[in-house]
């Protein structure tokens, strides 16, 4: 029994260990396997069907507690939020070409609203970033921040790739701010432009939309490959580029960072070891007879003589 | 000599006043806000604090753990006499830094948490650690020179056994620290210039703070020398600055190789701040310097020898200011310029640090060990 027992466990270790080694395998376990985000919450949100009303805006100010960001026009405050900030989650922009653009291909200027929010990123990069984990990716998909360990370095600001995570820039106690997923805005659209669902399902979804009226949208989903792929899935008449939604490779964020850290260890034992076979090269042989080494005989004499002097 | 000596109070008094003031504007921050103080925004979340305060001071505190290295560990013991002021002024360093950050984080009353709150894939989560353990070590290679100055044996004797551990172990975390300050940036693609923007930061990071620890050792010296009189003769300055030209050298190098590799050439040769800003720290901070550092007529006068510190000095002052704040411009729809609080505040932990530093030098026996430097001391004086 016992035997077993150990067999089994150097079955598995060894296992292990030639899995670590495969060089291979190391780098695929450094790609997500999407399947795993597959029953996580998404969201689609298709900028086709959106008319640009706010109400969704409206309903996560609600539900989140969130003051309005007023503008003045012509001399009524409205409240058009314009870009993501500590009380702004989610904020819709409008795209417009260039018209000058247009008629240059004889066609009619297009135009897009979005609806920006965080994208809840599968394996995000402000949680890969973050040194104390406030910031994390739950089961259900979406991504929170716990101001209770945040040490306000604001690393996650600046490595999000989308440029989502805002602060609270005139506070005492600051907190990152972002949207939590709570999908009020999803339940208060009135056009349908915001669905959810199993990720596997709306990316599902979204593919049979272009496939069904291909003129009407650009044949991609903006979020199902984006950094490793996101719970938030835009649909758009315009190439996503034009709305500022940044081309990203399907690779995890923190594929970059990741193998410098794991590095780490090795560095620490090659460097030891040549700085104790240094030490031991200039310091080892000269103990037994200080006459042995030229240069610490004069260093001492010299310093005998000062010490007389 | 004598003409010079009424000056240290009146620049003494001037740093008190600038530390003064930036203690209150650090008050004033902690109260009103990062936002009430700075000119930072959603848009440019790092600042003047992190870019200076942070990475040029733990840069430039990189002295403490070459000198160590080439002294302990790789047996050069001329240079002995330069070890204890660069540990001092790393130590130093290293507070200063450590205040800039209380500063520049959000919630300085949490800054413990990455100790117990782990997240170990993140580089910050390294340099936390890095920040937090080197500066005991550093302190612990400080205490001798406390013990020595109020005589205490016992311990003294005890610490000078544990010296080469602390060693050993202060450097491998230098390296660590200084190359994860660094790596920080590698994540910030979308953000930082592709001028700077390498996976071969930490790397480059790594060597220039080695290259500028041995430039601010010299600075230093020569620097306490023009103001106390000169203790080194110029010979050991200069040889100690033979070690800038290989190491500047293998910076050149891989810098080069870096920027031809990943083609940003055409880049370089835009009529863009970027542009600028990169010859200028790459010319004058390492080619320059790293050339002129070949001949022993350079080597060997202190004023050249000077000049040549404060060029590798700024240039990887510069440097770091490249990559934390005129690299991030172009990305940034709202700018940045610090504000004139964002400077004084530096301005007043560079006046503390300094402060201090003179202070210890008179009180603790920094620059001579025993009794024989004295005698050396007091040789020189009547010269002087
Ligand atoms: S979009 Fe940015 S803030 Fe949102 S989960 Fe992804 S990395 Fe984090
Ligand atoms: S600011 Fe807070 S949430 Fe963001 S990385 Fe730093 S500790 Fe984490």
């Keep these: 029994m016992k035997s077993l027992d150990r067999r089994k466990f150097l079955a598995a270790t060894a296992a292990a260990a030639g899995s670590a080694l495969a060089s291979g395998q190391k780098a695929e376990a450094r790609e997500v396997d999407a399947r795993q985000f597959d029953r996580t919450i998404a969201v689609i949100y298709d900028a086709t069907r959106c008319i640009g009303c706010r109400t969704c805006v409206a309903a996560c100010r609600k539900k989140n507690n969130l003051p309005p960001d007023e503008h003045e026009f012509e001399g009524v405050k409205f409240d058009v939020p314009e870009e993501l900030s500590a009380n702004n989650w989610t904020v819709l922009q409008v795209y417009r070409e260039d018209p000058k653009e247009a008629a240059l291909e004889g066609r009619e200027p297009k135009w897009s609203f979005l609806k920006r929010n965080c994208m809840h990123c599968n394996v995000p ?13 739950t089961e259900e998909g979406p991504v929170l921040y716990d101001e209770t360990r945040c040490i306000g370095c604001r690393y996650c600001m600046l490595a999000c790739p989308f440029q989502v995570p805002r602060y609270e820039w005139l506070d005492w106690k600051p907190r990152v701010r972002k949207c939590d997923w709570n999908r009020a805005c999803v339940k208060a659209c009135p056009v349908g432009a915001l669905v959810e669902g199993p990720r596997k399902e709306m990316i599902e979804e979204a593919h049979r939309r272009i496939e069904a009226e291909p003129d009407r949208y650009v044949p991609h989903v903006y979020g199902e490959h984006e950094a490793g792929g996101t719970s938030y899935l835009i649909l758009a008449g315009v190439e996503h580029e034009k709305l500022d939604l940044p081309p990203l490779p399907p690779t995890v964020r923190s594929s970059i960072s990741d193998p410098i850290m794991e590095a780490l260890p090795g560095w620490i034992v090659g460097l030891g070891l040549a700085l104790g076979a240094a030490y031991k090269l200039t310091h080892g042989e000269e103990k037994p007879d200080g006459e042995g080494h030229p240069g610490a005989s004069s260093r001492e004499n010299s310093k005998a003589s000062e010490d007389e002097a | 000599m004598n003409g010079k000596r009424p000056k240290v109070p009146v620049i003494r008094l001037a740093f008190s006043v600038l530390v003064v003031v930036g203690f209150a504007l650090a008050i004033y921050r902690l109260i009103w806000g990062l936002g009430a103080a700075t000119n930072l925004t959603d848009a440019f979340p790092w600042g003047l604090w992190i870019g200076f305060d942070v990475l040029c001071g733990v840069a430039l505190a990189a002295g403490g753990f070459v000198l160590a290295g080439t002294v302990h560990v790789f047996g050069l013991k001329k240079f002995e006499p330069f ?92 390296t660590m620290h200084q190359s994860s300050l660094g790596s920080l940036f590698v994540m910030m693609g979308h953000r930082l210039h592709p001028i700077w923007y390498t996976p071969l930061l930490p790397l480059l990071f790594l060597i220039s703070a080695v ?147 003179s202070v210890m030098n008179q009180t603790l026996p920094i620059v001579e060990h025993g009794p024989s430097a004295r005698r050396l001391q007091q040789r020189a004086a009547p010269h002087a």
């Design chain 2, 211 to 357: 290259a500028v620890g041995i430039a601010m050792v010299i600075f230093e010296a020569m620097l306490s020398g023009l103001i106390f009189g000169h203790r080194h003769p110029a010979q050991l300055l200069g040889d100690l600055s033979k070690g800038l030209p290989p190491i500047l050298g293998v910076y050149i190098g891989l810098k080069l190789m870096d920027l031809s590799a990943r083609g940003v050439w055409p880049l370089l040769f835009t009529n863009t701040l970027e542009a600028w800003a990169f010859w200028i720290e790459f010319l004058l901070g390492a080619v320059l310097p790293g050339t002129l550092l070949l001949r022993a007529d350079v080597r060997n006068n202190r004023m050249k020898l000077f000049g040549c510190s404060i060029m590798v000095v700024m240039g990887v002052v510069l440097n770091r200011l490249n990559v934390a704040l005129i690299g991030m411009l172009a990305t940034s729809p709202t700018g940045y310029l610090p504000s004139w609080m964002e400077i004084l505040v530096s301005a007043g932990i560079v006046a503390g640090g300094l402060l201090v530093l």
């Design chain 2, 83 to 174: 070890v204890r002021p660069a540990i001092v002024t790393a130590f130093l360093g290293y507070v200063l830094a450590i205040i800039g950050i209380m500063l520049d984080i959000g919630r300085p009353w949490a800054i413990w948490h990455p100790l117990v709150m782990w997240q170990p894939r993140s580089v910050m989560f390294e340099v936390a650690w890095c920040v937090v353990l080197y500066t005991t070590v550093l302190f612990l290679e400080f205490l001798p020179i406390v013990f020595e100055r109020f005589g205490w044996e016992k311990p003294l004797q005890l610490m000078k056994r544990l010296m080469i551990i602390f060693i050993f172990a202060g450097i491998i975390l230098s």
């Design chain 1, 125 to 137: 990069a402000c949680a890969s970033v973050c040194p104390v984990a406030a910031l994390y990716k």
